[in-house]
């Protein structure tokens, strides 16, 4: 019903910043709360962000607190994750995902991105 595309990963030295995109198209964008998860090589994807579908709430995991920021644009059916102060630990394969409700577990997403490559190098 809805498909989602990431944009905005790449190579960044720690200590940078990057803002990743995520374009959704076919269907009622404003319908959904957007999630943003990671996965490095051989590991769980876990959550990051999430907010909710008109984007009064916003949340975080506890690693990204305070150095990210999820936001949205439904006009133009966009979400963002804004990422400052990276670090090498980030670097991991981020996902949008749009759902029922904006919570942490991956269960409440019906939809989801491909994913685009964050690379945080010391």
């Known amino acids: 019903q809805v498909q989602l595309v990431e944009s905005g990963g790449g190579l960044v030295q720690a200590g940078g910043s990057l803002r990743l995109s995520c374009a959704a198209s076919?269907?009622?964008?404003?319908?959904?709360?957007v999630g943003w998860f990671r996965q490095g090589p051989g590991e769980e994807r876990e959550f990051v962000a999430a907010?909710?579908?008109?984007?009064?709430?916003?949340y975080y995991a506890d690693s990204v607190k305070g150095r990210f920021t999820i936001s949205r644009d439904n006009a133009k059916n966009t979400a963002y994750l804004q990422m400052s102060s990276l670090k090498p630990e980030d670097t991991a394969v981020f996902y949008c995902a749009a759902g029922s409700a904006a919570v942490r577990a991956r269960a409440a997403y019906d939809y989801w991105g491909q994913g685009t490559q964050v690379t945080v190098s010391s």
């Open positions: 076919g269907g009622t964008f404003s319908s959904y709360a």
């Open positions: 907010i909710t579908r008109l984007g009064s709430m916003r």
